[in-house]
């Protein structure tokens, strides 16, 4: 029967409410807020966060290339939306038979779209030495119909001196470019204070709960949950070793859940060993390694806990992190495609 549907063992569950939430919050502390939703919302959904976020009253979408952009033409204005990694000859066609600003990021691609005489963004490179334009004269901008300018902070989770540079750097050169509006600040950087706000900011990895500042931890939401389904419960006796090349031995008579996740969802190696799931308000450890699609719980807590049973995973992001040692963004963007996936 075509009409009956396999249903996956993991659930990715994302809550748009606390995404609109955290917008509204970063909006507030930084006077005027956009959204990076490049990399499909950080792993979250582009065109569910993307139109969540626009009926909060977000307009201005940040993404990385016009297969992304593409991906949101039928979801947000076109012209709200900036491409980060700016124009090319592939995608030159394309972008002019569409109204997304490119952000300009060298000579070549300002020299590109000069005679296209259509609205852009500018990215000054202030210190970061990745993408941007470093170092210019202001001719280099002569013609062009600038509507955001920007620059981006390389360090804004620390407190360094390279913060105060790349803001002294940004401010001098904006003085002597023509444009509609000014940004620097991402997430952590609208923590850094007034000085970092200029007239946008472009908030990403907090707007899907991740605190990258400790003054974050009590004005972000969480976003996503993921639960996943209880495959297998066992005894292992005293002694015997769990997982691939045994890096777990029960210390005694072990009960424990094999649960359907693995690092092909996401859940990446780093876990094997550390990581935690919680049923019914206990704590079960992940014990030995994380399997492709497989992890396996240390269950003694859990005298109740039978096959078909859901176990929540720990995802918090900031402890995730430390326990993992993935940064909070590749624990949000590395999330795999075999969830089903829960919009809240
Ligand atoms: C990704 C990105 C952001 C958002 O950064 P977060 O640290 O996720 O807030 C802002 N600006 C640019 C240019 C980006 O590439």
């Not at 931890?217 to 769990?242: E, F, N, T, Y």
Request: hydrophobic share 45%; with cysteine.
């Amino acid at each position: 029967m075509d009409d009956v549907r396999p249903s996956a063992m993991a659930k990715l569950t994302i809550d748009l409410r606390a995404i609109a939430k955290n917008w509204q919050t970063l909006n507030g502390i930084s006077g005027a807020a956009g959204a990076a939703i490049k990399a499909n919302a950080y792993g979250c959904g582009a065109r569910e966060v993307a139109k969540a976020l626009f009926e909060t009253g977000c307009r201005d979408f940040f993404v990385a290339n016009w297969v992304e952009a593409d991906a949101l033409k039928d979801v947000v204005p076109q012209n709200h939306i900036s491409v980060l990694n700016g124009i090319d000859e592939q995608n030159l066609e394309y972008a002019m038979a569409h109204a997304f600003k490119p952000v300009l990021n060298s000579p070549a691609q300002i020299a590109m779209w000069r005679d296209i005489n259509a609205p852009c963004d500018v990215m000054l490179d202030s210190g970061i030495n990745r993408l941007g334009q470093t170092g210019c004269d202001s001719t280099l901008f002569d013609g062009l119909d600038i509507d955001i300018l920007m620059s981006h902070l390389a360090s804004a989770d620390e407190d360094v001196k390279q913060n105060h540079n790349q803001v002294a750097c940004f401010k001098a050169a904006a003085s002597t470019i023509a444009s509609r509006r000014k940004s620097l600040a991402n997430s952590a950087g609208i923590m850094l204070g007034k000085d970092y706000h200029f007239d946008i900011s472009r908030p990403g990895i907090s707007l899907y709960g991740g605190v990258v500042r400790p003054e974050l931890s009590d004005i972000i939401a969480p976003v996503v949950s993921i639960h996943a389904r209880v495959l297998q419960v066992r005894i292992v006796a005293k002694g015997a070793p769990v997982g691939y090349n045994a890096t777990y031995k029960c210390p005694n008579d072990t009960r424990i859940a094999t649960i359907a996740l693995g690092y092909a969802d996401g859940y990446l190696r780093g876990f094997s060993n550390k990581g935690a799931a919680k049923f019914n308000g206990k704590i079960l450890p992940v014990i030995g390694r994380v399997s492709m699609d497989l992890i396996t719980l240390d269950a003694a807590q859990a005298l109740s806990i039978q096959e078909g049973d859901w176990v929540q995973i720990d995802y918090d992001l900031c402890s995730a992190s430390q326990t993992s040692g993935l940064s909070q963004y590749e624990l949000l963007t590395g999330l795999g495609h075999r969830f089903a996936r829960q919009y809240v």
